[in-house]
């Protein structure tokens, strides 16, 4: 089943808080987007649990 969930994240530069999209048919996913508040890299680790709770982690890209 495709599900897209929106999580906010902090970016790791700027501070502001910012939405994704989250493909929840991936139980592992890892990309890089840019702010859209400061344009930098902001390196993005998910992970899906069996529960379908979906854990997002964001670094710089120098993490």
Known sequence: MFSVQNH???CPYCG???EIEVDCSEDEQSYIEDCSVCCRPINIDISIDF????????THENE
Request: glycine share 0%; hydrophobic share 50%; proline share 0%.
């Open 8 to 10: 906010s994240i902090m």
């Open 16 to 18: 502001e808080f910012i």
């Open 51 to 58: 529960d379908q709770q979906v854990q997002v982690q964001v």
